[in-house]
């Protein structure tokens, strides 16, 4: 007798993209607004950036379900630790402390791909990209989700200095002005709308930067 | 003097009712530097006298945060009040977790309350040896309460604790 399968699975993948780019002085987060399931939608307005700490901002796309609970997890994370540290945590630290959390779950994963933005203690952008079980690393920009192999290779075209060996080794950050990474970003995002069919509906943009927090929304193609 | 008999444990009555290290952690809550809290309809203030060892050490901090609109202050043994200011913590948190609303004092006391008791019939648990001003605002107004080491609590409009707390009582 061959082995029995479940015929349910606990995951659903709710579709979507995020980006997020870091500067000199800012951090830029994204996301698009679309939940879907299979070949339907659920809802245009769905946001999938959450404010972890005054610094440090995430972006999630995969199972909604798994990133709400992860973020659930982090701000209560985030609540003791402010607590016993009577400050906030920096964005390295909750860089840390997402890794852990993922990897807590090795063998049931938070099906969830997140990238995290913000300001590290020098007031210069970071950005923390992971897989779903918490391997990260720190980069000068990032993309996840469905329409990541569309975006990456675009920022990769943009904001990648050119080969180490040519050049002494780079600062991980894009030299790129607040505006103009702002500005890249909707470029990205109206192009994978295009041609990746779970990302679209709304551009949710969270600029971060020394004078604090600001959010933009941007229309994106509906089909 | 008569007490002696009755008193080595927590879990041993005197003849007369009494449980007398339950009454003994009282006492170590009226030997602590003073604690006050009062209310109004809107807002609950608490306030301590901060003791220094010496000339030369901090302030005993004496005043928590236990959530967004939860602040404790506490009398007695400060290191129990911190230990008990962590679990209050731990319990608005995973309140909120739980049903993403703020935990109602009320409860919050009564599950202070019930882990007080606790401590009163176990023969190797002695009792906490603070009070604690509990003071918070929630959906049905400002509330101040008081527990005790005994594992009671009681709600006031306005209490204080701690040595010489009777001259503020009588104000």
């Avoid at chain 1, 897989?131 to 993309?143: F, I, P, T």
């Avoid at chain 1, 990746?196 to 969270?206: A, F, H, N, P, S």
Wanted: net charge positive; glycine share 8%.
């Amino acid at each position: 007798m061959t082995k029995q399968h479940a015929n349910w699975s606990p995951y659903d993948n709710n579709g979507g993209s995020c980006v997020a780019i870091a500067g000199a002085d800012y951090c830029v987060i994204a996301a698009d607004t679309r939940m879907s399931t299979g070949y339907n939608i659920l809802t245009r307005e769905y946001s999938k950036i959450s404010q972890l700490a005054e610094k440090s901002v995430m972006a999630s796309s995969g199972f909604q379900a798994d990133v709400k609970a992860l973020q659930k997890v982090l701000s209560a994370r985030h609540l003791i630790y402010q607590h016993q540290h009577n400050k906030q945590m920096s964005c390295p630290a909750m860089a840390q402390l997402l890794s852990n959390t993922l990897y807590y779950k090795r063998f049931f994963p938070y099906y969830s791909f997140n990238v995290l933005g913000g300001l590290d203690s020098e007031g210069k952008g970071c950005v923390f990209t992971y897989d779903a079980v918490g391997s990260y690393e720190r980069v000068g920009y990032s993309s996840q989700g469905s329409g990541s192999t569309l975006i990456m290779p675009f920022l990769d075209n943009q904001l990648k200095s050119p080969s180490p060996l040519l050049l002494p080794a780079q600062d991980a950050v894009t030299p790129l002005s607040e505006t103009e990474a702002v500005d890249l970003v909707k470029t990205v995002f109206a192009s994978a709308t295009e041609r990746d069919i779970y990302t679209g509906d709304k551009l949710e943009i969270v600029i971060l930067n020394a004078s604090g927090i600001r959010r933009e929304y941007m229309e994106l193609r509906k089909d | 003097m008569f007490r002696n008999q009755y008193d080595t444990d927590v879990t041993t009555w005197s003849p007369a009712g009494r449980l007398f290290q339950v009454e003994y952690a009282m006492e170590a809550v009226k030997q602590g530097s003073a604690a006050i809290g009062l209310r109004s309809k809107t807002h609950v203030v608490l306030a301590c006298v901060n003791k220094a060892n010496s000339e030369l050490s901090s302030h005993q901090k004496k005043i928590f945060k236990v959530d967004d609109h939860i602040g404790v202050a506490i009398a007695g043994l400060t290191a129990d009040g911190r230990v008990l200011s962590r679990y209050m913590r731990s319990e608005c948190i995973n309140y909120s977790y739980t049903y993403e609303s703020p935990l109602p004092v009320g409860r919050l006391v009564v599950h202070l309350a019930d882990k007080a008791q606790v401590c009163t019939q176990r023969s190797w648990k002695r009792p906490y040896g603070v009070g604690l001003l509990v003071g918070g605002l929630d959906e049905s107004g400002a509330h101040l309460y008081y527990n005790c080491p005994s594992g009671n609590y009681f709600e006031y409009q306005a209490f204080a604790i701690g040595s010489r707390s009777q001259a503020a009582k009588t104000y």
